[in-house]
């Protein structure tokens, strides 16, 4: 662990708790919208306690969990269309406590904060069987295909992870509008599977033949 990654990891999550609540509060008026703070909470508290464990027992998997820089042009579009998708998405929630619009009923709520949580739980996993996940495409010294656990059942276990993730959280908003605006995030990663996967096939040895292996990219017997 250094002092130098320690401070990155920190400064980062700090920046993200206030852009995300600011994209949450600013747009409703008022911090006393329920929905908003428990998708603060069972966001940003799993990824402080994970970003714990990483900094101590892995953290050159924290280093490049850090580094969002894409270099290639398809996937920095893809990386801005994301971002755009959470701008709208989260100042449309937000605009519909404002307002008054229609809000979800408290069971659907408490439905997609278990599903997000059990995401994340996923997502913990995914990081264990892969040390070498990074944000960016590219293919690390020495890497070797992972072909066991989730990766056994699809080849892109932490975009089947963040689908549900992303998809569940505008539901946790209470947001139909928000909802709607999400649903274009799994043509956005189908994007940046196409172009991840021409990449690892010409770089990683070996992924040719996982490709033969599991036959599934994002969803078990769908795509």
Known sequence: MTMKLFIGAITKFLLGVVLVGILIFLPAGTFSFFNGWLLMGILFIPMFFAGIVMLFKNPDLLKSRLDAKEKQHEQSLVVKLSGLMFLAGFIVAGLGVR???????????IVAAVI?????????????????????????????????????????PMYSVTLLLFLSMPLVLGSVYSFIIFLVYPFIIAKRIKHEEEFLEKELNGYREYKQKVKYRLLPFIW
């Open 116 to 156: 997000f949580i059990i995401a994340y739980i996923l997502y913990a996993e995914v990081l264990r069987e892969n040390t070498y996940l990074s944000r960016t495409i590219e293919v690390q010294e020495n890497q070797k295909v992972i072909d066991t656990g989730l990766y056994g059942i699809v080849r892109h």
């Open 99 to 109: 307002f008054g619009w229609y809000a979800l009923p408290k069971p659907v709520v």
